[in-house]
């Protein structure tokens, strides 16, 4: 059974960082594009930062370039994220995402969330000011 548990989430004061981690069950992350995207109520699903099944290769959203890293312990089957400098617009639920590298899909995006095939439940993250 393919399975996505997001952690690290909580309550920091503004400024801050969080380490959030995405682990995997039923399938192997390496060979997997692995998104994180945020959601606020009542708002879109943003796309936040991806990793590239196979070469690994990351991407940041623009807007957070520089405040984040993504990284991956394919032995552990899980990716992580590292925000730092949290603002409270960083509030939000933080879910991560999995579909599999295809040579049709030869990097990861965050722009078409509908393209991930599973989902987590997400974790939430709070920055207060």
């Known amino acids: 059974e393919v399975q996505l548990v997001e952690s690290g989430g909580g309550l920091v004061e503004v400024g801050g960082s969080l380490r959030l981690s995405c682990a995997a069950s039923?399938?192997?992350?390496?060979?997997?594009?692995i998104g994180w995207f945020r959601q606020v109520p009542g708002k879109e699903r943003e796309g936040v930062s991806c990793?590239?099944?196979?070469?690994?290769?990351?991407y940041y959203a623009p807007s957070l370039k520089g405040r984040l890293t993504i990284s991956s312990d394919d032995a552990a089957n899980e990716v992580h994220l590292q925000i730092n400098d949290l603002r409270p617009s960083d509030t939000a639920a933080y879910s991560c995402?999995?579909?599999?590298?295809?040579?049709?899909?030869?990097?990861?995006?965050?722009?078409?969330?509908?393209?991930?095939?599973?989902w987590g439940r997400g974790t939430q993250v709070t920055v207060s000011s």
């Open positions: 990793i590239s099944g196979g070469d690994r290769s990351p």
């Open positions: 039923g399938f192997p992350v390496g060979d997997y594009h």
């Open positions: 995402a999995a579909v599999k590298r295809t040579s049709r899909l030869r990097v990861c995006i965050v722009s078409v969330p509908a393209s991930y095939d599973y």
